[in-house]
C-alpha cells in the first residue's frame, strides 16, 4: 500500500504516537545532538513537515518525549508500591518496577537517565524536573513510613531535608545499578532488587527508628 494512503489512515493521535515512537529510537541511539528530524520522519514513515505540524520543533519533540516518559514511569512504580503492605515492601516493589521499567522500556531510561542532557538550557530544565519528580516520588514513600522523630530536631524540618537527602541516595543508586545492569544484561532482575535493600534497607530501616550515625563514638 502506498506510504501516502497508509498515512490517510492514521488519526492524528496515531501519527502522534508514531512519531514520538520513532523519536525515542533515534534519540536513543544518536542523543539529541546528533538526532536529525529527517531521521525521525523516515522512521516513522512519513514526512518533515508532518512532524512539523504536531511539535514546532526538535526541542519540543524531545520534551515531550521526557513528559510522557516520566509520566509512564511514576505510574508504573505507584501502581506497584502502593499495594505493598509495608515500607519495607513499598521500596522493594518501587525498586523492582523502576528496573522493570528499565528492562522493558530501555529507549526511555536512556533519555530519561543514563544519557547526559543536551547542551541547551530548556532540554536541561526539563531534566532537572524528571530527577525532582522522581526523588519526590522517594521522599513520598518515605514519609508514609513510621519515622521516630530526631532528639535534636523538635520542629521536624531536619527531618524533611534528610529525608530529601535520602531520597537522592536511593534514586541515585538506583539509577547507578540500572547503568551497571545495562552492560550485564545476564543478571536477573530480581537479583540487583535484593542487592539495591540489602544495602538501602537496613540503613532506612534504622533511619526510620531514629538511629543517627555518631562520629564522636568512632562511627559505630
Request: proline share 5%; no cysteine; aromatic share 8%.
Amino acid at each position: 500500500m502506498p506510504a501516502s494512503r497508509t498515512r490517510e489512515r492514521l488519526t492524528r493521535a496515531q501519527r502522534r504516537a508514531r512519531i514520538l515512537e520513532a523519536a525515542a529510537r533515534v534519540f536513543a541511539e544518536q542523543g539529541y545532538d546528533r538526532a536529525g528530524i529527517e531521521q525521525i520522519a523516515a522512521l516513522a514513515g512519513i514526512t518533515k513537515p508532518v512532524i512539523y505540524h504536531h511539535f514546532d520543533s526538535k526541542r519540543d519533540l524531545y520534551i515531550a518525549l521526557l513528559d510522557l516518559y516520566r509520566g509512564e514511569l511514576l505510574a508504573f512504580m505507584g501502581k506497584r508500591a502502593v499495594n505493598a503492605p509495608s515500607p519495607g515492601g513499598r521500596l522493594a516493589a518501587g525498586l523492582d518496577a523502576f528496573l522493570e521499567f528499565v528492562e522493558t522500556h530501555p529507549e526511555a531510561w536512556r533519555i530519561l537517565f543514563r544519557d547526559p542532557p543536551p547542551s541547551d538550557a530548556v532540554i536541561v530544565d526539563a531534566h532537572r524536573r524528571v530527577q525532582e519528580r522522581a526523588r519526590a516520588g522517594i521522599v513520598t514513600l518515605m514519609a508514609a513510613a513510621d519515622t521516630a522523630e530526631h532528639p535534636n530536631d523538635p520542629t521536624g524540618d531536619e527531618l524533611v531535608v534528610e529525608r530529601e537527602m535520602a531520597a537522592e541516595v536511593i534514586k541515585s543508586a538506583a539509577d547507578g545499578l540500572a547503568a551497571w545492569w545495562y552492560a550485564h544484561r545476564d543478571v536477573p532482575r530480581e537479583h540487583l532488587v535484593y542487592v539495591l535493600m540489602n544495602v538501602m534497607w537496613i540503613g532506612f530501616d534504622r533511619f526510620g527508628a531514629g538511629d543517627r550515625w555518631d562520629a564522636g563514638e568512632g562511627g559505630g
